[in-house]
């Protein structure tokens, strides 16, 4: 489970190295779909990309209301258990992170979300370090005892290699809070140097907090009752027997650090992916256009997380929408399937993996709404995560299939519907591809200074010279 998130932030920087080899005038993944499959599919991408990040910007708001409304354990007090919470509500501190986050990355926007990211990452290490010591220092559980059948190795615990690591994988390619940080990095060394400490670091946080739980519930700290997102707190308190305040402040600063890390990233590629829409239909969108659309995108996810939905509901939903067509979308990577691989056969094979998790739910006993509802919103199953991934190349296959029949009958019927298609990369791209088909390896771009690198679309004939 740890290498799952260390392994989304190499899957970036290798993918966006990839993207930016075949595509070097792209800026985003949405533009990315554009040029390969065309405008239907770069629509469909960032509509995809906002639901993931919007539902993601949701998720962050709802987990630091939770963190200061619900429960976080229980005290033990003159002999009586009281319930141990942080706060009493849930709506000053969200209102409070959406507030302050959305002035600094409206006045600043990536550009301060990185230094914000690099300072709440410091301190949130040397918070996670303090926090580390007072459990070295107080973890004297009584009797350990074997190892409970809920944390050995089972069946669930298995199929979680798959639920998180296909979910995860997917997600990522849908959002541009990491995309950015690959179009925004100096070069391809710099790419890979930040994923490879991102992701060490990533993983040393996320562990520190997962066997902290483990931890717990070994202990017998954590009540069958309970969830599992509060375990470490019953770590810090030991199950009701301590209430060691200072230590759950502590805890408390570290994971707003850490959420607004995540709010400030995703409120500003939301922003990003919004206007990039607006000027590829050739809207003008100036800077305080761009600074009122990071307000507004803030008030739906802010409402909606003071509901107090369920944080593991809300990512599934993307997760699973993700997992239809992050491969079909990645496909158009690799070379050799230009021409085949259209703009239709992703959309069908997004389509088709959609409907082939449905099928499965009724298979399964349930009819075509609880499949959906089951699926894409209340069980995490690895058997659908699977069936999701596996069905969208199938679907990509049929698709290809289909696309060359109808233009074989129409170039029969005296029409022109060539198959193979043609590309329809600009004359440069096309020899790029050509070297890279051939093994060519002294290809390089050299950017024209007359071009206005903020335009994108008009000045892609003048991006780059080939020289072989």
Request: aromatic letters at 12%.
């Amino acid at each position: 489970m740890i290498a799952d998130k260390q392994n989304h932030l190499f899957q970036i920087a290798f993918v966006g190295e990839a993207i930016q080899a075949r595509f070097p005038h792209v800026m985003s993944l949405a533009h990315f779909a554009k040029w390969r499959f065309g405008t239907l599919v770069q629509v469909y991408v960032t509509l995809i990309i906002l639901l993931n990040m919007g539902i993601s910007l949701t998720a962050e708001y709802t987990a630091i209301g939770d963190l200061f409304a619900k429960p976080i354990g229980n005290s033990t007090v003159d002999g009586q258990e009281i319930p141990l919470t942080i706060g009493v509500s849930r709506v000053l501190p969200v209102v409070l992170a959406g507030a302050v986050t959305t002035i600094y990355t409206a006045a600043g926007g990536l550009y301060v979300s990185i230094i914000t990211d690099q300072i709440q990452a410091i301190l949130s290490l040397f918070l996670l370090a303090v926090v580390a010591i007072f459990v070295a220092v107080t973890y004297r559980p009584e009797d350990l005892g074997p190892l409970p059948d809920a944390l050995a190795a089972n069946t669930a615990g298995w199929g979680s290699l798959a639920t998180l690591g296909i979910s995860l994988s997917a997600s990522t390619v849908f959002t541009d809070a990491l995309w950015q940080r690959v179009w925004a990095s100096e070069d391809d060394a710099a790419l890979k140097k930040g994923a490879a400490i991102g992701g060490a670091l990533t993983t040393l946080v996320v562990f520190a907090f997962g066997f902290g739980g483990f931890l717990a519930a070994w202990a017998g700290w954590v009540p069958s009752s309970n969830v599992s997102s509060i375990a470490f707190f019953e770590l810090l308190t030991q199950g009701g027997a301590l209430n060691p305040v200072w230590i759950i402040v502590i805890v408390a600063i570290l994971a707003v650090a850490m959420n607004a890390s995540a709010v400030d990233s995703y409120q500003a590629a939301i922003t990003d992916t919004i206007v990039s829409l607006c000027m590829t239909f050739g809207w003008n969108v100036n800077i305080w256009y761009a600074r009122a659309v990071v307000v507004v995108i803030n008030i739906a996810p802010v409402w909606a997380s003071l509901q107090g939905y369920s944080i593991i509901s809300l990512y599934l939903i993307p997760n699973m929408i993700a997992t239809t067509s992050a491969l079909p979308l990645l496909m158009g990577l690799i070379d050799c399937l230009e021409g085949y691989v259209t703009g239709f056969s992703v959309l069908f094979g997004c389509v088709f993996s959609f409907f082939s998790v449905a099928v499965y739910g009724i298979i399964d006993g349930d009819d075509f709404g609880d499949s959906l509802y089951n699926y894409f919103y209340l069980i995490y199953s690895w058997e659908a995560f699977v069936i999701c991934l596996v069905a969208s190349v199938v679907g990509v296959a049929i698709g290809v299939a289909i696309e060359a029949s109808t233009r074989r009958l129409a170039s029969l019927a005296g029409f022109y519907a060539p198959f193979p298609v043609p590309s329809s990369r600009p004359a440069e791209l096309a020899l790029l591809r050509e070297v890279r088909l051939k093994g060519g390896k002294a290809a390089s771009f050299e950017t024209d200074s007359g071009s206005d690198a903020t335009d994108q679309d008009t000045t892609v004939g003048k991006i780059a010279t080939v020289r072989v």
